[in-house]
Structures are given as structure tokens and as C-alpha cells.
């Protein structure tokens, strides 16, 4: 692990960005979400989001830390293939957008993706899909948190749990303070600045290393990072695709933005979102490939990008990356704790156990939720299961089986409900089954294939008819 004889930015100036960017971060929550007094309000922003607002905050979700970090380590172990690879997560915002317009004309008074599986497919599969977004979701929020923790020890040799606590207890709070108007308000800003900073990074390492020796000494010392036939390296390839699309297509993290965006908004934002997002992973992942020509010891994977930044451009290089991957961080841990609080708040504390709450408990619940959510986030953070890339991956297993039930359950009328609960269930156990029995780069591949061959049998051979009206029911009103 590095420490402080090894850091490349110093404690003290890490420390001070921290607490700049923290203390606008706070301010922003509060002044965004102070007129937040309603369920709607809270969760979904008056459900009326404009373009640029939406588009930016679709965006900044997507750029997570696992985005700037886990694709510099996937380059590093599967060379070119695993950034482009990690790039086609993109393919699920472009492929979203069409849904988003769909979700919003289907179900105008939805809350959260649960309510769209218990509607049109009934109580049991939404408890399935219950499980699998949960797990989801925390599973997001430790990879997320993991990264805060990994960034700060990395560049400034302060101990990963000292800066995975103070990264977390920032996102809870001013997610706590203003619910979705703030996520939305501060991704505008954490846009900006992941942007401008990636700008620079990527012309300061092309400016001082360049494509021809960077290109000579991975071709003496790595040369499989640019075989573009390495067979894991493809299977990472469709295997990342299908857990992108997985990932957004069932999460409650892109829902909840359908739903809160105007109308007609969601279809052009996602889109936007998809194509801005895609040169990103490629940026981030460029940098690893400096790695041999600069003799790094990388003692960790998913160190490797904040490292070759650090010893390659300096102070500065440190600073720049720390803010990028600080406002990634932030953009994305408010925006899963705010969309799995909601599921939380609405699936099973008003859907399984207070059914005749009123709004103010459930506004109420929606705040307590989130603190309890970035508490248990805390906890299990301070066990750091494996790399960034590894907790990543093992979720694929279960995101890829809930991508055929949500597509055929918005376009196609016949889909049967017990086909789509064999789809989720033995979709996820048998991708997890592949994730350990062959690798974890061909988990969401295995689970979607399972999962859509289900579907697509279970709807031939018996067909149920469903009215389309029976999605604008109110859902859960107490």
C-alpha cells in the first residue's frame, strides 16, 4: 500500500481539496433541496428536469470513480480491448434513451423501477427483482466507496479508511439534506470539472510521453495489451456491454431520472449522456498503458491510474486527478444513495411494510433510509472485499438477467410472468456459477444468455395478455 513516503500529493493540500470541495458540495445540497417538502419533490425533483440538467446528471452518474479507476486497471490487465470494452458501457445510456421516453408516457405517476415489475408482472417477480436491485445497489455503493478510499491512499498516503469515512459521510450528507434536486444541481457542476480535467490529463500525457514510446515499450515488455485476439480480453469485451445494459436497464438510478425528467426530456438526455460518456473510459484507460515506460510499481490494480498520474505529471498531474475522480465519486455515491433509498422507501417500507403511510412518513423514511444505507455502505467498506474491477464484475451476474424482462416487458404485451421469474433466478445463479467456475469476465454474458433464451420460450410456448392502461395505476398510495 503507499504511504506518505510514497505519495505524490502531499496530505495536507489533499486534505484542503477535500474540504474546499466538500464544503460546496454541503452548500449545494442545501441551497437546491431547501424547497424539497414533498415525496415528489424529494425523489423526484417536481418531476420536470430540463435538457441540460438532465443530460449532465445522466452523465456525471455514469462517471463514476470505477470509471476513471477500474478503466485504467482492466487496460492494464487486458490491454486495449478492456478500455474500449469498458467504453461500451455507453451502449446502455444510448440504448436507454428510447425506454426513458417509454417509462415516462407508460407510467407518468411512477415512483421507482419496482413499481414497473409489481404492476406488469405481479408481487413475485418484484420481489426477485427487489433482491437483485438491492444487492445492486449496495454493491454499487461499496465499489464507489472502495474508490474514494483507494484514490486518497493512493495520491496522498492517507490510510483508505480514514478517506473512505470522510468521502462518505460528504455524499450522505448533502444527499441527506436536499434528496434528488441536489444530486441533479452539484452533477452539473461535477460534469464541468470531470471534463475540463480529463481534457487536460489526456494532453499533458500525449504532450510528454506520446503514442510512439508509450506504443514501443508496451509492444517489448506487454506486448498481449495490444493483441487485439487475447480471448479474455474479447469475452471482457461483450461481456462488459451486456453488464452495462444490465446495469442500467433494471437500476432504479435511471428510473427515477425517466420519472423525473419533462416530458419529452429523457430520450434526447440519455442519448446525449451516451455519446459524451463513451471517449471517457478510453481517456482514463490510455493512461495505464504509460505504465512500463515509467517503471511504476503498482502494488494494486486499480491504483494505476491515480499513480501513473501522479509520477508522470507531478503535482499537478495528482491534484488534477484527485478532483476529477472526486467529483466522479460524488456524482455518482449521491446519486445510488438517493435511487436505493427510494427503492427501499417506497418497495418495502410503504410496499411490504407500512402500506398506509402517509406522505410526511414517507418523506420522513426517505431520509432515515439514507443514512442507514451510507452507514451500512461504511461498514462494509472497511472489510475491502477485492479490487474495484473484481466487485464490479461479480455484480454482472445479476443485472444481466433483469435485461430482457424489463425490454419485453415494455414493448411486448404477451410476455409471461413465470418466465420472467425463471429468467432473473436462474439467470443470476448460473452467471455467478460462470463468474467462479471460469471468470468474472464472462458473468453478465452467461446470465443475459440464460436469461433471454427464458423469455423467449416462456412467451412462445404460453403467452398472457396484459393492458397497457394498467401501468398508469397510482402506485402504493396509502
Not at 368 to 382: D, E, F, N, Y
Request: charged share 10%; glycine share 12%; net charge positive.
Amino acid at each position: 500500500m503507499n504511504g506518505p513516503e510514497t505519495a505524490v500529493l502531499p496530505a495536507g493540500i489533499a486534505w484542503g481539496i477535500l474540504g474546499a470541495f466538500s464544503v460546496l458540495w454541503v452548500f449545494l445540497g442545501w441551497y437546491l433541496g431547501r424547497r424539497a417538502r414533498t415525496v415528489d419533490d424529494y425523489m423526484l425533483a417536481g418531476r420536470n428536469v430540463g435538457l441540460a440538467l438532465a443530460t449532465a446528471t445522466a452523465m456525471a452518474t455514469w462517471v463514476t470513480t470505477n470509471t476513471t479507476m477500474a478503466a485504467p486497471q482492466f487496460a492494464l490487465q487486458l490491454g486495449i480491448w478492456g478500455m474500449v470494452g469498458y467504453a461500451l458501457g455507453s451502449v446502455g445510456l444510448i440504448l436507454f434513451a428510447p425506454l426513458a421516453g417509454r417509462i415516462r408516457r407508460l407510467m407518468p405517476g411512477g415512483f421507482t423501477s419496482g413499481d414497473f415489475i409489481r404492476l406488469r408482472y405481479g408481487n413475485t417477480a418484484w420481489r426477485v427483482f427487489l433482491v437483485i436491485s438491492l444487492i445492486y445497489g449496495l454493491g454499487w455503493l461499496i465499489s464507489l466507496g472502495m474508490a474514494g478510499g483507494v484514490l486518497i491512499e493512493a495520491l496522498a498516503g492517507i490510510d483508505y479508511r480514514v478517506g473512505m469515512s470522510v468521502i462518505l459521510f460528504i455524499c450522505v450528507l448533502y444527499t441527506l439534506l436536499g434528496g434528488l434536486r441536489a444530486v441533479i444541481g452539484t452533477d452539473f457542476v461535477q460534469t464541468i470539472l470531470i471534463l475540463v480535467g480529463l481534457v487536460i490529463l489526456a494532453w499533458l500525457v500525449i504532450a510528454q510521453v506520446g503514442f510512439g514510446e508509450i506504443h514501443v515499450t508496451v509492444s517489448e515488455q506487454r506486448p498481449e495489451l495490444l493483441n487485439l485476439l487475447f480471448p479474455a480480453a474479447i469475452m471482457f469485451l461483450f461481456n462488459n456491454l451486456l453488464f452495462g445494459v444490465g446495469e442500467i436497464f433494471h437500476s432504479n438510478v435511471w428510473w427515477s431520472r425517466a420519472f423525473a425528467f419533462g416530458r419529452g426530456v429523457g430520450k434526447r438526455a440519455y442519448l446525449m449522456a451516451g455519446l459524451l460518456w463513451m471517449p471517457i473510459p478510453i481517456v482514463a484507460g490510455f493512461i495505464a498503458l504509460a505504465t512500463p515506460a515509467l517503471g511504476i510499481n503498482v502494488p494494486g490494480a486499480d491504483m494505476v491510474g491515480p499513480l501513473v498520474a501522479g509520477e508522470l505529471l507531478g503535482l499537478a498531474g495528482a491534484i488534477i486527478v484527485f478532483i476529477v475522480v472526486f467529483s466522479a465519486l460524488a456524482s455518482s455515491v449521491d446519486s445510488v444513495l438517493a435511487a436505493t433509498s427510494d427503492l427501499v422507501t417506497r418497495d418495502i417500507y410503504k410496499g411490504h411494510l407500512r402500506r398506509q403511510a402517509g406522505e410526511r412518513e414517507v418523506y420522513l423514511a426517505a431520509k432515515t433510509i439514507v443514512v442507514v444505507l451510507g452507514t451500512v455502505t461504511w461498514a462494509l467498506c472497511m472489510l475491502r472485499l477485492g479490487t474495484l474491477g473484481a466487485v464490479l464484475q461479480f455484480l454482472g451476474a445479476f443485472v444481466a438477467s433483469t435485461i430482457m424482462p424489463i425490454v419485453a416487458g415494455l414493448y411486448w404485451r404477451r410476455t409471461n410472468p413465470w418466465g420472467v421469474i425463471a429468467a432473473m433466478v436462474l439467470g443470476t445463479v448460473i452467471g455467478l456459477y460462470s463468474y467462479f467456475a471460469i471468470g468474472f469476465y464472462v458473468a453478465a454474458l452467461v446470465s443475459a444468455a440464460i436469461s433471454m433464451a427464458l423469455v423467449l420460450v416462456t412467451t412462445w410456448l404460453w403467452p398472457r395478455d396484459f393492458q397497457w392502461a394498467s401501468l398508469r395505476e397510482e402506485p402504493l398510495r396509502g
